[in-house]
């Protein structure tokens, strides 16, 4: 079982930046692919992006990749979203989630744990 807490959301001016943490329990975050998704009002959950177990390996959604980057720490258990340049469609809640069972994957019901989500708006 792996319980994922979010935090760093807020309200940012558009073309400013927020990082997001997301800190997992549990002794075994090195064995999980990780990923951020996020979802709007009114709108279906998205995926953002993923890194890998070990790091090696991210992937990123078209619409936030050169903003964004993932990346993680496997002794603090944390995983990171570090968003630059953010735009009002950037606004959303957003979710970190675990893979088990996969290297790396941007599919979200490929993921068996997920976090209670974080706001970010972003204001024009």
């Known amino acids: 079982q792996v319980q994922l807490v979010e935090s760093g959301g807020g309200l940012v001016q558009a073309g400013g930046s927020l990082r997001l943490s997301c800190a997992a329990s549990?002794?075994?975050?090195?064995?999980?692919?990780m990923g951020w998704f996020r979802q709007a009002p009114g709108k279906e959950r998205e995926f953002v992006a993923t890194?890998?177990?070990?790091?090696?390996?991210?992937r990123y959604a078209d619409s936030v990749k050169g903003r964004f980057t993932i990346s993680r720490d496997n002794v603090k258990n944390t995983v990171y979203l570090q968003m630059n340049s953010l735009k009002p469609e950037d606004t959303a809640v957003y979710y970190c989630?675990?893979?088990?069972?996969?290297?790396?994957?941007?599919?979200?019901?490929?993921?068996?744990?997920w976090g209670q989500g974080t706001q970010v708006t972003v204001s024009s």
């Open positions: 989630a675990a893979a088990g069972s996969y290297y790396l994957t941007t599919v979200g019901h490929q993921y068996d744990y």
């Open positions: 549990g002794r075994t975050f090195s064995t999980y692919a």
């Open positions: 890194i890998s177990r070990s790091a090696l390996d991210t």
